[in-house]
């Protein structure tokens, strides 16, 4: 059956998968202590650092966004594009903008792209982003959909040459998994110390297999897929989406940039890691 709904080739990979009596089945790998508070010199004073949990009609990701933040030692607003729009709020009130997951305008114009066309021809929106991203002093994430988002706007960000745009799975579907991500060396912010780390994390995507225009060679890649003896793959479901190497996250080069498909902030807690 899944051979006649979805793309053959994903579903005879699959099979393959789960009757290979060899595989060691998950294998996390952690090069740092999830315990410590690294945050804990930068907020002791009690100011707790702003950041946007910015949203998108269809957008559904911004709670468990918001109570990653929270917990990380941030102050969550939730902010609506509509409020940047309004001059509710502006990006230059933040440290930080994180963009979460969910179906932005119902994808119907693409994956992301609807939702980054609010901003790249909005004259005083693509302003405020410019100016927010342009100073040293902010960061900005995208994940799953505001990881699509971002990637529709990659020219206006300083150092993201080389980020791919994300298109449909390989196997034809929507990916809700539970996947291996490998935390590659890399300047960014987000992901300092964490190198060659092997970490569960949860997929929910259509959209998510990286390409890139002929001749454009990837470049910021800082996360990737791989299989449970630690490999990079491009192997089905190991890799839920088919990317090349298995590539998945991204970095502007100064590091303050980072858009990935995973949802590392719907598993930030042992309780939410369901294979335990």
């Not at 966004?65 to 990006?91: C, I, K, N, P, Q």
């Not at 190991?238 to 502007?252: D, E, I, Q, R, Y």
């Amino acid at each position: 059956m899944q051979r006649l709904r979805d793309n053959p080739v994903s579903a005879n990979a699959e099979r393959a998968w789960r009757i290979d009596d060899t595989d060691p089945g998950l294998s996390p790998k952690l090069g740092f202590e999830p315990g410590a508070d690294i945050a804990a010199p930068f907020i002791a004073t009690g100011a707790r650092p702003r950041v946007a949990i910015l949203r998108e009609q269809g957008v559904n990701g911004e709670v468990e966004m918001a109570a990653a933040f929270t917990r990380a030692g941030f102050e969550a607003v939730d902010v609506h594009m509509s409020d940047l729009h309004s001059g509710r709020h502006d990006l230059a009130g933040f440290k930080g903008f994180a963009a979460g997951g969910g179906f932005s305008y119902g994808d119907v114009l693409g994956a992301g792209r609807g939702w980054a066309a609010s901003i790249r021809y909005n004259e005083a929106l693509r302003q405020q982003f410019l100016e927010f991203i342009a100073n040293p002093d902010h960061f900005a994430l995208g994940v799953c959909n505001g990881c699509q988002m971002l990637s529709e706007l990659k020219t206006l960000i300083p150092g993201a040459e080389g980020w791919p745009h994300f298109r449909r799975n390989t196997s034809e579907q929507y990916e809700a998994r539970l996947v291996t991500l490998e935390v590659m060396e890399s300047p960014s912010i987000f992901l300092a110390g964490m190198a060659g780390s092997r970490i569960p994390v949860v997929v929910a995507h259509g959209e998510g297999r990286a390409v890139w225009p002929d001749g454009e060679k990837p470049r910021g890649a800082c996360l990737r897929y791989v299989d449970n003896r630690g490999k990079p793959t491009e192997s089905y479901p190991l890799n839920p989406n088919g990317s090349p190497a298995g590539l998945t996250g991204f970095h502007a080069a100064d590091g303050r940039v980072l858009a990935l498909m995973p949802h590392p902030e719907r598993v930030f807690r042992s309780v939410q890691m369901s294979w335990r």
